[in-house]
Each structure stands twice: as C-alpha cells, then as structure tokens.
C-alpha cells in the first residue's frame, strides 16, 4: 500500500537546491520526516520569462558570491530571473532527488497559471493531479502538504479533497523552518456542511448573525468581509502583533470582538475559536472569512468551519472575486466607492486634512482658467524653462510679485495678486490669483490630468477623482516616514507632517495614486512614490507617474520599467489609463 505526498514547491525549495539558502527547504524537510512511496509535485512556470542554461551556470557562481556576502538585493534579483522557469524546476528535482533514497518516485507535474495566485487553474491543475493518483488501487494515504506556495495554492488542497471522501487523507505543515511538519486537519466531514450553507432559492445565504475573519497586517481582505455580508458582528481572529480595534470604525453599527491567538499554531487558532463558539446560541448563521492571517490561522480556522456547518469564503483581489470554499461559486466583491476609505483602512494614524475636492478650489470652473491649463500643454517645454526662476520668487512668499519674459512668453504677476500671461498669440488675464506660483510651476499639469480624466468620471469608469488630497499625521512620525522612504513629506503649521496626493481615484476595487510631474524626473523619486503608493493604498494600490517629459536617464527608465505597481504616461493620458484599469 502506498504513501503519497501531495505539494507544490516554492522560492526556499529552489533556494535551497541551489545552495542559497540556509535550510533544507520545505519539500525535502517533509520527505525526510516521514516515509512516503511517492511525491507528486506541481512546479508553477511563467511563459514569459525565457532563460538558458549557459547563462543559468554562470549566474548562479555570482549568486552563491552574493549569497555568502548577504547580498540580497542582487540575491533576489537572480531568483526574480530564474524562479518559476523549466531551467530551475529540473534543478531542483535533479537536487532532490540526488538526496532522496531511491525508492521514492518523484512526480513533477508542469503547471501554467494566469499568474502566481490563479485560483481557478491553481484548482483545476491540483484536481487533475489528484484524479490521477486516485486511479492507483493500492493507496493507503495521500497526504497533503500546505507550507510550500502560495496561500492559494495551501488551501486549494483542502478543498480538492471534497471530491473523494471515502480515501483517508490528512493535511500537515511546517510551522518552523527545518522543523519537521505537523499534521493540521483530520477531514472527517468534509462534505457534511454544503448543504446547510444554501437557502431555500438554491442560492448562497447573504446574511451571517456573526462572522469571524482572519487578522493580520493587511487590512483589506477584512474590510471586504464586512462590505459584501451583513452581519450582526464581526469577530478577528488575529495576534498580539496585528491588533483588530482599527477595523471598529467599519463596521457601520455592528458588534466588534477579537480573538488573540498564536498565528503559527492551527491547534491554538482551533481551540480559541471552538471556546467562543460553544458560547454562541446553537442556530446561529456563522460565516468564516479566510483570507487574510496565516496558513496555520487557516488551518485551524477550517477545522472549526467544518466542525460546525459554517460557510467558508475567499476575496481574489485580482480577478475581485468572492469565492464560496464549499463548492467554488463566485460572487463580484463589492465596489469600494470612497478614496479615503482606502487611506483610512491602511493607515490608523492618518486623518484627512483637506478632502481634495475639485469644486472646492477657488475659480477652478472659470473657462480662461480651463482654457490656460490646455493651452500650457501646448507650450509645456517652454514654460518648464522658467522653473527654477519662478521658484526663487515663491520661496520669498507666495505672494510675492515678479515679471519674466522669455521668447514669446511673458508672466506678470503684481502686488494685488493680478495676473497677466501670454503664450504666443494667447493671452489671459485673472484677479487676485493668491497661488499662482504653485500653478505655474507644475500645477497647472495636475489640472490637466483631472480635465483629462473627468470624461472617465462622468462614464463611471473611475470613482470618486480627487486633486491635491492633503492627508496628516495625528502624531509626529518622523521614523515611520525615513524607514518608508517619504522624507519629502512636508509641514504643516502646527508640525504634523503630511502628504499631498496629486490625483488619486478608485475603480472600486484599487486605489489609484496619479503623480504629476510638469519637470525632470529624478532617480530617487521613483522608490519615494511606490512607497507613498502601498502606504496610502496598500499592496493593491497602483501609481501612475504622469509626466510632461519621458526621462532620458537610464536609471530612471529602468527603475520605472522595474517597478511592479507603477506605470509612467506621457501622452494619451485619458486611453492609457483605460487600458491599465
């Protein structure tokens, strides 16, 4: 009779087999735990990256130099290259299986997802392994492993499980690297509970009278918990690290409870959530949101699930889709129609100070205003050229008058605030204009990118636009802004920091931060804006740098094409953005 191990591999297995990592990884930790006949392992490939084994070589003796040097920016840089690519999926059986006994059969199974966190194909892919371990006839037990991978790819397993309850499975993970792996689950009645999670109309039922949600540093996957269900309270289940009580603000009139648990221990998260279960009245609706926290968290919290004839639920924030974990239905999430529910979640100690609004700038709607900034687009490498002039005259107040002439450009601006401007055969004239400065030297461009983008507004393709969204400190947090790398905060007068956010929007599922920029674009810039970018938005949150010029040093060109969550624009602003939302 045969003993089956089931498991994707990930980064530390790979690390490992090549010799760049402190650990034995993962995979090989469990095979040596225990005695299996065979291992079935599925490896995730990325199309698009393409390698060679030459060049493979010859990387990887500079990665082991950086390696012993605890180089680990170029360190990563060689995993970002080679992981998830044929080259090293047969390294790494190669090396596994250099250090195996023999009589262990090593499966490997290619799989091509979508991206790394495809949940339908990551599903699709681990049934069909399973079905073909399932035709053997001499199976004793098939063990599932849930520590290598994704998240995703952790719990799919569970539920591949559903289609075969009569075989004898279990579930086990590793909660301390090197260690070997715990068993986490006995699926007893893994099909008892669907058919209590379904109404009389066939649908899935869309109220809880509690739900429990899995707590940890992200935020949003609780928050979409509370968006999608009405529920009469809402129970975290998180760690002393990630206290739950910021979520209280949204949770518009219902109970708040947390439970703190060990994260790294599914027995712990089990037992505490069982104690204030056997608490609740027995016909309860219990809804368990799965994920966020970690894989131990979901462990024990599904043991609980099963146990109870709750209703398990999933948020895939990148096809923004719910997923019902008792038989894979989907739902849309939510939209999240407010920017500054974005900026409230992610950050506690953040308030709003001034709210952005459009109509709220003063003489915002005059048509010569309108006119001016479309106009200064035209003329947009001219006027860049008296920059650096004008600034001088704005660090001496902003009130303070000047007269500049260049080529076929002149800009007055006297003592009363009055303003006269001529580009070319165009000319303007305005009253009492108190922050012309900031206009001319790069305002004027953040304007036009609202203009531009207001048609998307008014179709409902973005929500909620805001320009020159001012957001403070309630407390001084001069360290947290140096370690994220947003130095160039400014000051208000009372000494609270805080940023001002050029265009930010939503298209109800992400935060979108636009940073306008009508000069040169500097090299250090670009690391400044990702990090203003996750802090206000969090890892979902995208950036657009929109730019007057395209950059011509190289650095910058490559720390721009590098950054995951940024994209630069130029031209065409209102249909390059379509085509990214």
């Known amino acids: 009779m045969k003993k089956i191990l089931m498991t994707w591999y990930g980064i530390t297995d790979l690390r490992s087999s090549l010799s760049i990592d402190y650990t034995n990884g993962p995979v090989f930790s469990a095979l040596s735990s225990e005695d299996y006949d065979e291992v079935i392992i599925l490896g995730y490939t990325n199309k698009e990256k393409k390698v060679n084994n030459d060049e493979f070589i010859k990387d990887l003796e500079i990665a082991k130099i950086n390696f012993q040097d605890n180089n680990q920016s170029e360190l990563w840089k060689f995993i970002n290259k080679y992981s ?16 195996l006994d023999k009589t262990i059969k090593i499966n490997f199974q290619e799989v091509f997802l979508r991206e790394l966190n495809d949940t ?13 371990v399932i035709q053997q006839n001499n199976i004793e037990e098939i063990t599932f492993y849930l520590s290598p991978g994704t998240p995703v790819m952790a719990f799919v397993w569970a539920f591949v499980a559903l289609r075969y309850p009569n075989i004898k499975k279990r579930l086990i993970a590793s909660p301390i690297i090197n260690q070997p792996p715990q068993v986490v689950s006995l699926p007893n009645e893994w099909l008892e509970w669907h058919s209590k999670n379904i109404s009389t109309d066939g649908s899935h039922i869309k109220a809880f009278d509690i739900v429990f949600h899995l707590f940890g540093e992200q935020r949003m996957p609780s928050f979409l918990g509370i968006k999608q269900f009405n529920s009469k309270k809402h129970v975290f289940i998180n ?79 990148i096809h923004n889709k719910m997923i019902f974990l008792d038989d894979f239905s989907t739902e849309e999430t939510k939209n999240i129609t407010n920017v500054e529910t974005f900026i409230q979640l992610h950050r506690n100690d953040l308030e709003i100070s001034n709210k952005g609004k459009w109509n709220d700038i003063k003489d915002i709607n005059n048509p010569n205003r309108t006119l001016l900034t479309k106009t200064l687009w035209k ?72 203009l531009q983008l207001e048609p998307l507004l008014r179709e409902g393709k973005i929500l909620d636009m ?11 947090t001069n360290q947290i802004t140096k370690k994220l790398g947003l130095e160039n905060l400014r000051y ?20 979108y931060i636009v940073e306008c920029k009508a000069g040169n674009i500097k090299s250090d810039y670009i690391m400044k804006l990702q ?12 950036g657009i740098l929109a730019a007057c010029f395209a950059p011509h040093d190289k650095i910058v060109q490559k720390k721009i094409k590098d950054a995951k969550n940024l994209k630069l624009l130029t031209k065409n602003f209102r249909n390059q953005i379509v085509q990214i939302l």
């Not at 996750?534 to 890892?539: A, E, H, L, S, W």
């Open 84 to 99: 998830n690519t044929p080259i090293a999926h047969q390294n790494f059986i190669n090396w596994l299986q250099s250090l």
């Open 120 to 132: 339908e194909n990551i599903y699709e892919y681990a049934n069909k392994a399973l079905d073909n």
């Open 239 to 317: 760690s002393e690290k990630y206290p739950a009580k910021v979520m209280k603000k949204f949770l518009d009139g219902a109970a708040f409870d947390e439970i703190k648990t060990n994260p790294f221990s599914a027995i712990d998260v089990k037992e505490k959530i069982e104690s204030y279960i056997n608490k609740l009245p027995k016909n309860y609706k219990i809804g368990f949101n799965l994920t966020g926290g970690t894989k131990l968290m979901y462990a024990g919290a599904m043991a609980v699930c099963k146990k109870i004839n709750a209703i398990p639920f999933y948020f895939d924030a």
């Open 379 to 450: 003329y947009k490498s001219q006027i860049s050229h008296l920059y650096g002039k004008i600034l001088e005259f704005e660090k001496k107040g902003l009130n303070y008058p000047f007269e500049l002439k260049k080529g076929k450009i002149y800009i007055n601006f006297d003592k009363n605030q009055n303003v006269e401007i001529s580009l070319d055969s165009h000319i303007f004239y305005f009253n009492k204009w108190h922050n012309f400065h900031k206009y001319i030297t790069g305002g004027w461009f953040e304007e036009y990118i609202y």
């Open 466 to 476: 805001r320009i020159g969204m001012e957001i403070s400190f309630k407390e001084k």
């Open 492 to 511: 208000l007068k009372n000494g609270d920091p805080y940023q001002e956010l050029d265009i930010v929007f939503t298209n109800g599922k992400q935060l």
């Open 531 to 542: 990090n203003i970018i996750r802090f206000f938005g969090g890892i979902e949150s995208k």
